[in-house]
């Protein structure tokens, strides 16, 4: 693994099924973000993470869960999908909370 | 409220100067970040500002102004390549990045 990874690429996901998205990193960077971006809109924050054991709420965290086993991982799971949750998912990790992200490919959710 | 503004598109031609401005209205300020983003691909960093002033990194400057809320990002010798969206962000009290919608910049030979 060189950098950040997520999985899937993309995935089109029935409306009330679960579906976590996966995101590794091998940087050892303390923190860890999962974005959402929407057309004509600025990529907004769901969840992130400051440290391995903590995470913490964004500006659009409803329907949406994380979690935060170890450094190099941060799944994000939207229980019951819904087509409002159509979008790119953007995960990203930073040094600490205060240095420059850097974004993994994306995966592009499509939810019927 | 929290809000960052930036054009949502500009023209430019090959080997010119363009200006990409960004106004910010955040709780706090901890930093400015500008991103380039190619279309179907993930941001990448461009530069950081926390003092006002001018930070250079080849073909492209950032500058900041804290008291009126302002930056902007200046690419030179426009190439082909250059041609994505520039997204804008602000660094808040919490640390956590406040995103602009992004400036979709399309260069023309």
């Known amino acids: 693994i060189a950098g950040i990874t997520q999985a899937p690429t993309s995935q089109i996901l029935a409306a009330g099924r679960r579906m976590t998205l996966r995101c590794t990193q091998d940087?050892?960077?303390?923190?860890m973000y999962w974005y959402r971006q929407d057309l004509g809109l600025g990529l907004r924050l769901i969840h992130y993470?400051?440290?391995?054991?903590?995470?913490g709420k964004g500006e659009v965290p409803d329907g949406y869960s994380v979690s935060r086993a170890n450094t190099d991982d941060f799944p994000l799971t939207l229980a019951s999908a819904v087509p409002s949750q159509t979008s790119v998912y953007f995960c990203?990790?930073?040094?600490?909370?205060?240095?420059?992200?850097?974004f993994g490919p994306g995966t592009r959710l499509t939810v019927l | 409220g929290q809000n960052i503004d930036q054009p949502t598109e500009m023209t430019a031609t090959e080997g010119a100067i363009v200006q990409i401005n960004c106004t910010y209205q955040t709780s706090g300020f901890n930093g400015l970040f500008w991103y380039q983003q190619h279309a179907g691909e993930a941001p990448t960093f461009l530069s950081y500002?926390?003092l006002d002033g001018l930070e250079e990194k080849g073909r492209f400057s950032s500058f900041l102004s804290r008291s009126i809320g302002y930056s902007y990002l200046l690419l030179k010798e426009l190439q082909m390549k250059d041609s994505a969206s520039y997204l804008c962000a602000v660094q808040d009290s919490n640390y956590q990045l406040i995103w602009g919608a992004g400036t979709k910049l399309i260069i023309k030979p």
């Open positions: 990203a990790s930073s040094m600490d909370a205060n240095n420059e992200q850097f």
């Open positions: 500002n926390v």
């Open positions: 993470s400051n440290t391995a054991g903590t995470t």
């Open positions: 940087m050892r960077h303390n923190a």
